[in-house]
Nanobody, 120 residues
């Protein structure tokens, strides 16, 4: 059974930093790419950053120059370094993976989310 699980959320003051991690468990034949999304109360889920296994990265406009996404395909692990955090970054952060397994083929998997709260 393939699963995606996030960790690293928490409470941080404005201007602070956090590093989120996401790990894929289960037997994966190929990882096509992974990404971070977030959802604040009353808002739709929005793109934070996505990275392809071939390299291209896309950031949401509101996090450019503050957040950095990185993918370690050897470990099937995804990271999000968040710097200069703002109260408006408060949300549940979700990890997803575009993954291929022999049992289920190519499929997008979502984690349960990790809460990030930016507040003084």
């Amino acid at each position: 059974q393939v699963q995606v699980e996030e960790s690293g959320g928490g409470l941080v003051q404005p201007g602070g930093s956090l590093r989120l991690s996401c790990v894929v468990s289960g037997k994966i034949f190929r990882n096509f790419g992974m990404g971070w999304y977030r959802q604040a109360p009353g808002n739709e889920r929005e793109l934070v950053a996505v990275v392809s296994d071939t390299g291209p990265i896309t950031y949401g406009d509101s996090v450019k120059d503050r957040f950095t996404i990185s993918l370690d395909t050897s470990k099937n692990a995804l990271y999000l370094q968040m710097n200069s955090l703002r109260p408006e970054d408060t949300a549940v952060y979700f990890c997803n993976g575009d993954l291929f397994s022999l049992l289920q083929g190519r499929k997008t998997y979502w984690g349960q989310g990790t809460q990030v709260t930016v507040s003084s």
